[in-house]
Structures are given as C-alpha cells and as structure tokens.
C-alpha cells in the first residue's frame, strides 16, 4: 500500500537559518508531488509540484524552494527564513489528478 | 491559471437542516474535482470525487455534489446534518491539461448547532 512520510511534525526556528523539509512517498512510482502551505482563511496555498524528478514547478515567488532530487522525494528548501514562513506546510502526491494523499504537515515557526 | 473559489467562508447550520456549499472553477479544459473535509485537529479526507459520467457524485456521510459543466461548479450539498459534520471542507481541482495540477479552494467552516 502507498504510504507518505513527511518530516519533521514540529520546528522552530530563527530568522536568518536555513530550512529543509523532506517528503517521501512509499508504494507508487512516477507520482505528482506537491508542497501546500495551510493558513486559517486562505485554504491549502500550492508552493510547488512536481510531475518527475528534477521538475519543479512554482506558484508563488517566496523566499523557498523545492528539489526532486529522486522519484518518490520531494524536499521544500529555504536558504534564510524569514518571519513570514511560519505556517502549517503540506506534502501531497497524487496519480495523474487522481485522489490526494497528505503527509501529516509540518508545524514550522520562525522566532 | 487554474483557480477555485469557495463562494462561503463561513456557513452556520442548525442540526437536522440542510446545508450546500458552493465551488466554483475556472478552467476551459477538462477536469477532475473534489471535496476534501478537515476536521479539527485533524488531516484532510476525501468526501467524493468527480472523474467522469454521472455528474451527480455520491460521497460518505451523505453528502453528495453536482458536477455542472456549463457553470463550471461543483457544489457540496446534504440534506440533513449533524453536530459531527462541524469541520472545514475544501473544494479542489486537479487540471488535465496542466500535468493533473491540483489546486484547492479558501475553504468553507461550516458550523453545525443545535
């Protein structure tokens, strides 16, 4: 069965620091992955997707990005975080448009 | 670009009554379309899909939506809720002429009381 691993749950870091999220999908080849970030009123906001490795797809100009560096592992990346970075974020794959899975997000919070 | 827009913000309910909530897409292409569900404290789970055929999409819980192509919307309705069906619910669209890119709309609280 396809499973999603989305790490870490919790992070709290400084203005200025770097960040990486890792997304791994278990059980399913060639998926679309996708990184949402979750805001109270705004929904679920699409950063990035990603329909094979190394294609990366941007929907906002923001102060992140994303790598698939292997079919099933999608990275969300920030080389200097800023306050506004804090938020719920989102890892997704999906089977060509088909039902999405979520990872359990991650709670990152910027001081 | 894709977009979706959950007309409600909020949608307040008594027990027993009906509720629709309503989402509408814009695409000139075809698509596939859902209705996701979060309740607090919790992930988001699928309520019904739309792929093809039927325009009239049973889901669970009872809730069921109508694919309407000419308005390009994809409302969510019940006939009967329940205090349990207190939680978020977020239309998406996954478009099949942009590599299956799915996009979600603002979501839509709906409170249910007694």
Redesign the interface.
């Given at each position: 069965s396809q499973t999603i691993h989305q790490w870490p749950a919790t992070l709290v870091q400084p203005v200025g620091s770097p960040l990486s999220l890792e997304c791994t999908v278990e059980g399913t080849s060639n998926p679309?992955l996708?990184w949402?970030r979750q805001a109270a009123?705004?929904?679920?906001?699409?950063l990035f997707?990603s329909?094979g490795i190394g294609q990366i797809?941007s929907e906002v100009p923001q102060n992140l990005s994303a790598s698939r560096p292997q079919d099933r592992q999608f990275i969300l990346s920030s080389k200097k975080l800023l306050l506004s970075d804090s938020g719920f974020y989102?890892c997704?794959w999906?089977s060509?448009?088909?039902?999405?899975f979520?990872g359990?997000?991650t709670r990152l919070t910027v001081v | 670009a894709q977009s979706v827009t959950?007309l409600d913000?909020q949608v307040p309910v008594f027990e027993e009554a009906p509720v629709e909530l309503r989402c509408n897409y814009s695409s000139s292409v075809s698509v596939?379309l859902?209705w996701?569900v979060q309740y607090p404290n919790q992930?988001?789970q699928?309520l019904l899909?739309y792929?093809s055929g039927s325009t009239l999409v049973k889901g669970i819980n009872g809730f069921e939506a109508e694919f309407n192509k000419s308005q390009t919307s994809f409302h969510l309705r019940k006939p009967s809720v329940h205090i349990s069906d207190t939680a978020e619910y977020?239309c998406?669209v996954?478009d099949?002429s942009n590599?299956?890119?799915?996009?979600?709309?603002?979501?839509t609280t709906v409170t249910v009381r007694a």
């Amino acid at each position: 069965s396809q499973t999603i691993h989305q790490w870490p749950a919790t992070l709290v870091q400084p203005v200025g620091s770097p960040l990486s999220l890792e997304c791994t999908v278990e059980g399913t080849s060639n998926p679309n992955l996708y990184w949402y970030r979750q805001a109270a009123g705004r929904g679920l906001q699409l950063l990035f997707y990603s329909v094979g490795i190394g294609q990366i797809s941007s929907e906002v100009p923001q102060n992140l990005s994303a790598s698939r560096p292997q079919d099933r592992q999608f990275i969300l990346s920030s080389k200097k975080l800023l306050l506004s970075d804090s938020g719920f974020y989102l890892c997704a794959w999906t089977s060509r448009g088909h039902e999405a899975f979520f990872g359990q997000g991650t709670r990152l919070t910027v001081v | 670009a894709q977009s979706v827009t959950q007309l409600d913000s909020q949608v307040p309910v008594f027990e027993e009554a009906p509720v629709e909530l309503r989402c509408n897409y814009s695409s000139s292409v075809s698509v596939y379309l859902f209705w996701y569900v979060q309740y607090p404290n919790q992930g988001l789970q699928l309520l019904l899909k739309y792929l093809s055929g039927s325009t009239l999409v049973k889901g669970i819980n009872g809730f069921e939506a109508e694919f309407n192509k000419s308005q390009t919307s994809f409302h969510l309705r019940k006939p009967s809720v329940h205090i349990s069906d207190t939680a978020e619910y977020f239309c998406a669209v996954s478009d099949k002429s942009n590599d299956y890119k799915l996009s979600f709309g603002a979501g839509t609280t709906v409170t249910v009381r007694a």
